[in-house]
C-alpha cells in the first residue's frame, strides 16, 4: 500500500519554543493532508485539513495561530507548533488518501510524540 | 446527529478465544468503513476496509469484519486471537462524497495468557 512517513518520530523541546513536524507520501502525490491530535488512551481528534496550494482548513475550537499548516508541495506537509506549552505536549497523526477517487483509504504516519517542557 | 460508536471501551480475551469488536453507525446512507489498528506510540494501520459488494470482508492479520445493513454496524471479527493481536482498534467512516474520516473512540483489546 501508498506510504506517508511522519518525522520526528519524537521531540522534546522547551517550552515557549516552535517545533515543527513533516509529514510526506512518499509513493503517492496527495493534494489534501489532515492532522490529528491524540490524548492518551483516547481517539483521534481532526485539528485540520491542509490543502495543497492553499490554505489550510482549521476544525472548530483549533488555534490556527498556534498550529501552523504548510502544504507547499503535493507530497509534503508540515505542522508548526507555535510558541508550545505543556498542554501542547500530545501526540500528532498525519494522514493522506492517494488521489484515485471515492475507494481508496487514508494511509497514516508514524505519528509524532511531542513533549513540551 | 452522525457518529461512530466503539460501545466497548476495553476487551479482555484469552489467547487461542475469538473475538469480536462492535462498531456501529449513524449516518443516512452507507458511508466508506474501515478497521484501523494502533500499536502504542504507533501509527494506525488499516486491518480492512468496505466499500461495496460481498459484506463479509477479509482483511489481514487474520481478521474480518461483516458488513450488516439492517444494523448499521461493521464488526471486526478473529477466530483465534493471538498475543500481538493486542492493540488499540478503531472503526472508522468516510461519508461518501467527503473527505474527512470520523473515528469511533476506540476499544482496547487485552489478551490474557
Known amino acids: 500500500g501508498a506510504v506517508v512517513s511522519q518525522h520526528p518520530s519524537r521531540v522534546i523541546c522547551k517550552s515557549g519554543t516552535s517545533v515543527k513536524i513533516e509529514c510526506r507520501s512518499l509513493?503517492?502525490?496527495?493534494?489534501?493532508m489532515f492532522w490529528y491530535r491524540q490524548f492518551p488512551k483516547q481517539s483521534l481528534m481532526l485539528m485540520a485539513t491542509?490543502?495543497?496550494?492553499?490554505?489550510?482548513?482549521?476544525e472548530q475550537g483549533v488555534e490556527k495561530d498556534k498550529f501552523l499548516i504548510n502544504h507547499a508541495s503535493l507530497t509534503l506537509s508540515t505542522l508548526t507548533v507555535t510558541s508550545a506549552h505543556p498542554e501542547d505536549s500530545s501526540f500528532y497523526i498525519c494522514?493522506?488518501?492517494?488521489?484515485?477517487?471515492?475507494?481508496?483509504?487514508?494511509?497514516f504516519g508514524q505519528g509524532t510524540r511531542l513533549t513540551v517542557v | 446527529a452522525q457518529s461512530v460508536t466503539q460501545p466497548d471501551i476495553h476487551i479482555t480475551v484469552s489467547e487461542g478465544a475469538s473475538l469480536e469488536l462492535r462498531c456501529n453507525y449513524s449516518?443516512?446512507?452507507?458511508?466508506?468503513l474501515f478497521w484501523y489498528v494502533q500499536s502504542p506510540g504507533q501509527g494506525l494501520q488499516l486491518l480492512l476496509k468496505?466499500?461495496?459488494?460481498?459484506?463479509l470482508v477479509q482483511g489481514i492479520k487474520g481478521f474480518e469484519a461483516e458488513f450488516k445493513r439492517s444494523q448499521s454496524s461493521f464488526n471486526l471479527r478473529k477466530p483465534s486471537v493471538h498475543w500481538s493481536d493486542a492493540a488499540e482498534y478503531f472503526c472508522?467512516?468516510?461519508?461518501?462524497?467527503?473527505?474527512?474520516?470520523?473515528f469511533g473512540t476506540g476499544t482496547r483489546l487485552l489478551v490474557s495468557p
Open positions: 494522514s493522506a488518501r492517494p488521489p484515485t477517487g471515492g475507494d481508496t483509504e487514508a494511509f
Open positions: 509513493d503517492f502525490q496527495a493534494t489534501t
Open positions: 491542509s490543502n495543497e496550494g492553499s490554505k489550510a482548513t482549521y
Open positions: 449516518y443516512g446512507a452507507t458511508p466508506y
Open positions: 468496505y466499500f461495496s459488494g460481498d459484506t
Open positions: 472508522a467512516v468516510l461519508p461518501r462524497g467527503f473527505q474527512k474520516l470520523v
